[in-house]
């Protein structure tokens, strides 16, 4: 513990001392000072000139990748420095404007593209022109909106789970989508696709390992919750220390662990069915992409959720009739052991449910949230 809390220290120090270097280098460049507004900059930021330039350097057998030049607002927003993109718009306003030399693409194209979330959040709060930056289209006539559609493996993954990817990326299109008017982004690009058309196709094998993952994920599942169904019914029949046989009523009835007994092991049996059902309902649900926005997330948070709870209810069942087993004098040591044995197997579980929280957290929060191999 105390290990780890002093690497954060170096960490977070080291990028502290970071950031007051990026600010002495900025105040003492003179990288936008002279600069004068270009007569081959079209109306949306469009270089009009450098296709017939880039052309020509084609033609003399320059790569693409050698070409492609990025200014340090450009290099900071494709790889997320969120401090070094907001300090050269506070000192270089037209820097917003800037795109790169070949593929055209602007500081809100590399954001989407790069899934960089903050950074596009940034550039949503500022106050810049709406139509010439978001608008703005690469060299193939792609948008905001199709580039967000693009499925870049060669960007960190969030998350190795694909169900749990294919959940997260769904959130991007549409967080990307609904971030301005329908009408804003052009609808067809240069190959006359759409956005749509382009998520689709690109996202067709993730929906596939997404949709096996779902399978093989609920079959396991529904084997521990019919597991915790069969013992919470034998539970739920079995009345600890029997009935008296004068008036039948139960022999503990009067005590407070009798009824504890009683409406969690009643809990135990309600919630696993109900996640049996849940599991088989997930089963047979239709693997679409379309499918993964709603319909199966909801269905899985759900199944795991009854899952969990009905082996919560099940163990607070047994602790309450092991409670009628001890002695008055060993009911005191009994209570602390029981509080040990619940807080060791919740501690457990958190720790373990990383894929629950997870997706909690992309199924139900409105900015998707960038997560990671560590996260798992």
Same mark, same amino acid.
């Given at each position: 513990m105390?290990?780890?809390?002093?690497s954060?220290?170096?960490?977070?120090?080291?990028?502290?001392?970071?950031?007051?270097?990026?600010?002495?280098?900025?105040?003492?460049?003179?990288?936008?000072?002279?600069?004068?507004?270009?007569?081959?900059?079209?109306?949306?930021?469009?270089?009009?000139?450098?296709?017939?330039?880039?052309?020509?350097?084609?033609?003399?057998?320059?790569?693409?990748?050698?070409?492609?030049?990025?200014?340090p607002?450009?290099?900071?927003? @494709?790889?997320?420095?969120?401090?070094?993109?907001?300090r050269?718009?506070?000192?270089?306003?037209?820097?917003?404007?800037?795109?790169?030399?070949v593929?055209?693409?602007?500081i809100?194209?590399?954001?989407v593209?790069?899934?960089?979330?903050?950074?596009?959040?940034?550039?949503?709060?500022?106050?810049?022109?709406?139509?010439?930056?978001?608008?703005?289209?690469?060299?193939?006539?792609?948008?905001?909106?199709?580039?967000a559609?693009?499925?870049?493996p060669e960007?960190?993954?969030?998350?190795?789970i694909?169900?749990?990817?294919?959940?997260?990326?769904?959130?991007?299109?549409?967080?990307v989508?609904?971030?301005?008017?329908?009408?804003?982004?052009?609808?067809?690009?240069?190959?006359?696709?759409?956005?749509?058309?382009?998520?689709?196709? @690109?996202h067709?094998?993730?929906?596939?390992?997404?949709? @096996?993952?779902?399978?093989?994920?609920?079959?396991?599942?529904?084997?521990?919750a019919?597991?915790?169904?069969?013992?919470?019914?034998a539970?739920?029949?079995?009345?600890?220390?029997?009935?008296?046989?004068?008036?039948?009523?139960?022999?503990y009835?009067?005590q407070?662990?009798?009824?504890?007994?009683?409406?969690?092991?009643?809990?135990?049996?309600?919630?696993?069915?109900?996640?049996?059902?849940?599991?088989f309902?997930?089963?047979?649900?239709?693997?679409?992409?379309?499918?993964?926005?709603n319909?199966?997330?909801? @269905?899985?948070?759900?199944?795991?959720?009854?899952?969990?709870?009905?082996?919560?209810?099940?163990?607070?069942?047994?602790c309450?009739?092991h409670?009628f087993?001890?002695?008055?004098?060993?009911?005191?040591?009994?209570?602390?052991?029981?509080?040990?044995?619940?807080?060791?197997?919740?501690?457990?579980?958190?720790?373990?449910?990383?894929?629950?929280?997870?997706?909690?957290?992309?199924?139900?929060?409105?900015?998707?949230?960038?997560?990671?191999?560590?996260?798992?």
């Amino acid at each position: 513990m105390e290990h780890t809390i002093r690497s954060s220290y170096y960490v977070k120090q080291k990028h502290t001392w970071a950031v007051q270097i990026m600010n002495m280098l900025l105040d003492r460049t003179e990288l936008y000072q002279d600069f004068e507004p270009r007569a081959d900059v079209g109306e949306h930021g469009d270089r009009i000139n450098d296709h017939e330039s880039n052309e020509g350097s084609r033609a003399e057998g320059v790569s693409l990748a050698d070409q492609d030049r990025e200014t340090p607002i450009l290099t900071a927003a @494709k790889y997320g420095v969120i401090e070094m993109v907001e300090r050269i718009l506070e000192l270089y306003p037209i820097a917003i404007y800037d795109v790169t030399s070949v593929t055209n693409k602007n500081i809100v194209l590399l954001a989407v593209e790069k899934r960089q979330i903050h950074v596009y959040q940034l550039l949503l709060q500022k106050i810049i022109p709406r139509d010439s930056v978001f608008g703005h289209v690469d060299e193939d006539g792609n948008s905001a909106l199709h580039l967000a559609a693009e499925f870049a493996p060669e960007t960190p993954r969030p998350g190795m789970i694909p169900g749990l990817q294919m959940l997260w990326e769904i959130r991007w299109y549409q967080f990307v989508k609904e971030s301005m008017p329908p009408y804003f982004f052009p609808l067809h690009n240069k190959k006359n696709e759409t956005p749509i058309g382009i998520f689709t196709k @690109k996202h067709s094998e993730l929906v596939t390992s997404g949709g @096996k993952w779902l399978s093989s994920t609920s079959k396991s599942s529904s084997v521990v919750a019919t597991l915790v169904a069969s013992v919470a019914f034998a539970t739920a029949a079995t009345i600890p220390g029997g009935l008296k046989q004068d008036d039948g009523t139960p022999m503990y009835e009067n005590q407070l662990a009798f009824y504890i007994f009683v409406i969690s092991s009643l809990f135990a049996l309600f919630f696993s069915i109900t996640s049996v059902v849940m599991f088989f309902a997930l089963m047979s649900s239709p693997y679409e992409a379309r499918d993964f926005s709603n319909d199966l997330p909801e @269905k899985l948070l759900m199944s795991l959720m009854t899952l969990f709870m009905g082996i919560a209810s099940m163990l607070i069942s047994f602790c309450a009739a092991h409670f009628f087993l001890l002695r008055n004098k060993q009911k005191t040591g009994a209570l602390v052991s029981y509080a040990v044995v619940v807080a060791l197997v919740t501690s457990l579980s958190i720790k373990n449910s990383s894929v629950f929280l997870n997706l909690l957290t992309v199924t139900f929060s409105d900015v998707p949230q960038r997560l990671y191999e560590d996260d798992f």
